[in-house]
């Protein structure tokens, strides 16, 4: 009897439709976002993810439809990111069917939207991702734009700085560690964790089970986000809890 | 027979209206609408009273529309089957302490407090949790025990009648789940984000028959 460690499958979308980016670059097409949510469903995630990569005006509304087509049929936690650029695109989000909005770099080029976002909509329903790469030892800094663009904020002020401005979770990516399927960032991951009271979501880099399991006992994360292992057949969510389970970890099996 | 789930912009009322009319269908319960007048609130035959944000941002947001008043209307002179969802359950206490001290429905006579943080556990309380029921009420028929289900959020609802805390769950200390007396009930978590088990709680609301 405990919380437990959610398993969170994401799914990259580009006009409408799953890819998953190698290093966030290299495309595949893989498919109907809608009916990989309900495979997700049906095999027990915990939450699922979308993440909008291209985000462009024109398609903004085919992101909303989506969403809500994914709301109409799944009855589990749906956040949803990429290209949110203030409370109005949240809101409309959360009015399509989102439980949890992310904010990426929006967030970064003013703090001040991620507070009143948590005003308006409340905490619970405001993610922070923040891309980390590595500088030097112990240090890492915030990327934007698909991890092109350097800023120079420290991740672990930043991180701080959003979890005071009401952030409810944070969903933490290595861009060192996405795409190489070598596994998680531990340290970045738990010093960002040991950093914040709030639940912090470990990405990048799951290329094997151990990965997830090293995600929470080594980086502290409260949550494991994976996509390719997921999407591509590999492994499925029921096979990730009970590999969890073994390694003692509380997970929800259905 | 009609259900009106109370739509006061705040926050996801669409997978709440989803799972709510699948499950008012398959009980056989008339239909399921979306509402923000008070007149349609007041003749409703049952309620569903989501909310999420802030304890006093919702519940300003019912005494701005006059909702406030529909709602105790239906409820206390009428006895309708009501439900609150999260701050929608956290709105039947006696009065919460979030953004200062604000007066609840009163149903259920208590306080929300923030949950104490227990070691280094995170908050908001986020993810999948156990319910531990206690004593068997009817929104809990054939659940198993220790049945998950999904929770967001930093406040409870402590009932100062212990016999209102329907479920609990353990996040390092008891952090109160469900509450219910008379014809009022509410989850802490939300049964329409708990994938089967949250369904299966909404369908044994729409078979409730209070008292």
């Known amino acids: 009897m ?77 956040t949803v990111g990429g290209g949110v650029r203030n409370s ?57 734009h698909g991890g092109k663009r350097a800023t120079g904020i420290d991740a672990l002020d930043f991180a701080r700085e959003v979890h005071n401005r009401g952030a409810g979770e944070i969903l933490l990516t290595s861009m060192d560690s996405d795409g190489t399927k070598s596994g998680f960032d531990l340290e970045l991951t738990r010093a960002v964790s040991e950093a914040v009271s709030i639940p912090v979501v470990a990405s990048g880099g799951v290329g094997n089970l151990d990965h997830l399991v090293e995600g929470i006992t080594i980086g502290k994360a409260s949550a494991v986000l994976a996509a390719s292992i997921f999407h591509f057949g590999e492994h499925t969510i029921c096979e990730a809890k009970h590999h969890m389970a073994q390694a003692g970890i509380p997970v929800r099996i259905t | 027979m009609r259900t009106v789930i109370v739509d006061y912009n705040s926050g996801n009322l669409h997978s709440a209206e989803k799972s709510a009319r699948r499950m008012a269908a398959e009980a056989g319960a008339g239909d399921v609408i979306l509402a923000s007048e008070a007149d349609i609130i007041a003749e409703a035959d049952r309620i569903i009273l989501p909310g999420v944000g ?109 016999g209102d805390c329907i479920a609990e769950t353990d996040y390092g200390l008891p952090v109160t789940a469900a509450v219910a007396s008379g014809n009022v009930a509410g989850t802490q978590f939300h049964p329409e984000k708990s994938q089967q088990a949250g369904l299966r709680i909404l369908d044994n609301f729409f078979k409730w028959k209070p008292g």
């Open chain 2, 54 to 162: 802030a304890f006093a941002d919702c519940r300003a947001s019912l005494a701005a529309k006059g909702l406030d008043e529909a709602i105790c209307h239906a409820v206390e002179n009428r006895g309708i089957p009501f439900l609150g969802i999260c701050v929608g359950m956290q709105l039947t206490a006696g009065f919460g302490l979030e953004h200062g001290c604000t007066k609840g429905f009163g149903w259920i006579p208590g306080k929300v407090v923030p949950i104490e943080r227990f070691g280094n556990l995170k908050i908001p309380h986020m993810g999948w949790n156990s319910l531990r029921l206690i004593g068997t009420h009817p929104l809990f028929e054939g659940l198993g025990e220790g049945a998950d289900v999904y929770f967001v959020h930093s406040y409870h609802l402590l009932p100062s009648q212990s």
């Open chain 1, 2 to 78: 405990s919380l437990k460690v959610r398993i969170i499958p994401c799914l990259d979308v580009k006009e409408g439709r799953v890819v998953k980016g190698v290093n966030f670059v290299r495309l595949r097409d893989a498919g109907d976002p809608v009916e990989a949510a309900m495979r997700y469903d049906a095999d027990g995630a915990d939450e699922l993810c979308f993440l909008d990569i291209a985000a462009s005006l024109e398609h903004r509304n085919t992101m909303l439809d989506l969403v809500s087509r994914t709301a109409d049929v799944c009855f589990m936690p749906l």
């Open chain 1, 88 to 144: 109005r695109d949240v809101e409309a989000l959360l009015r399509a069917g989102a439980d949890k909005v992310s904010l990426n770099s929006a967030a970064v080029a003013d703090s001040s939207r991620v507070e009143e976002a948590a005003k308006r909509f409340g905490s619970q329903c405001v993610v922070v991702a923040i891309d980390a790469k590595s500088v030097s030892a112990g240090r890492w800094e915030i990327f934007t």
